[in-house]
């Protein structure tokens, strides 16, 4: 049986889904993975504002972690770029990489959403080392060309926005008509 373990750059496939035009539900994308195989391990990888900065990211995330995922996080930290501008960073590709190193022994199978062409090394190191099957989800425009050729698999993430299309639930509410034409009726 596979042992499937998921690593989620948050940003890199927030801009992926987005560049497609959907979001990405996360309950569905861990049961999608669930349905072919044992998830041995679950990890969402995300860099936040600070604690002070009012963000629906912070929300997100706290769904993330309640909902069968590891959350792996840490703040943005603001610096000047080379013109004096302020810019905000927060990349995780350590982070990934190490995580990914650690729990390397319990999987097969390495799922990484991401399309950042500095994942090639990882991706190498995990099929020569631990002879694990790795694949690749991103949006093909944004894919390193090397990411894609040195993984196993590569899925575009559009083949996937039937089955992780987050969709929006509208409530309605009843409307009494007869409210509606009492205080707009022209007598």
Same mark, same amino acid.
């Given at each position: 049986?596979?042992?499937? %373990?998921?690593?989620?750059? =948050? !940003? ?7 560049? *497609? =035009?959907?979001?990405?539900? +996360?309950?569905? @994308? ?9 998830? $041995?391990?679950?990890? +969402?990888?995300?860099?936040? #504002? ?18 069968? +995922? ?13 013109? /004096?501008?302020?810019?905000?960073? =927060?990349?995780?590709?350590? &982070?990934?990489?190490? +995580?990914? %190193?650690?729990?390397? $022994? !319990? ?7 991401? /399309?950042? /062409?500095?994942?090639?090394? @990882?991706? &190498? ?17 944004? $894919? !390193?060309?090397?990411?894609? !050729? ?6 575009? @993430?559009?083949? *996937?926005?039937?089955? @992780?299309?987050? &969709? ?5 509410? #009843? ?13």
């Amino acid at each position: 049986m596979k042992r499937i %373990g998921l690593f989620i750059d =948050g !940003s890199n496939i927030f801009m992926s889904a987005k560049a *497609l =035009g959907f979001r990405v539900d +996360y309950t569905k @994308l861990l049961n999608y993975y669930k349905s072919m195989g044992e998830v $041995a391990h679950a990890f +969402y990888f995300t860099a936040l #504002p600070p604690k002070e900065v009012n963000s629906d990211l912070r929300k997100m995330v706290d769904y993330v972690r309640h909902n069968g +995922y590891v959350v792996v996080e840490k703040e943005t930290r603001e610096y000047l770029d080379d013109k /004096g501008l302020p810019k905000l960073k =927060g990349n995780m590709d350590v &982070e990934i990489a190490v +995580y990914a %190193g650690e729990v390397a $022994a !319990s999987m097969s199978h390495m799922v990484l959403f991401s /399309g950042d /062409g500095d994942f090639r090394c @990882l991706i &190498e190191s995990m099929q020569r080392k631990h002879n694990i099957h790795c694949t690749v989800v991103s949006a093909r425009s944004l $894919a !390193s060309g090397s990411l894609r !050729s040195q993984a196993n698999e590569f899925v575009d @993430l559009s083949t *996937l926005r039937i089955a @992780l299309n987050h &969709e929006y639930v509208e409530k309605t509410v #009843p409307i009494d008509r007869t409210l509606i034409r009492r205080k707009f009726s022209f007598k």
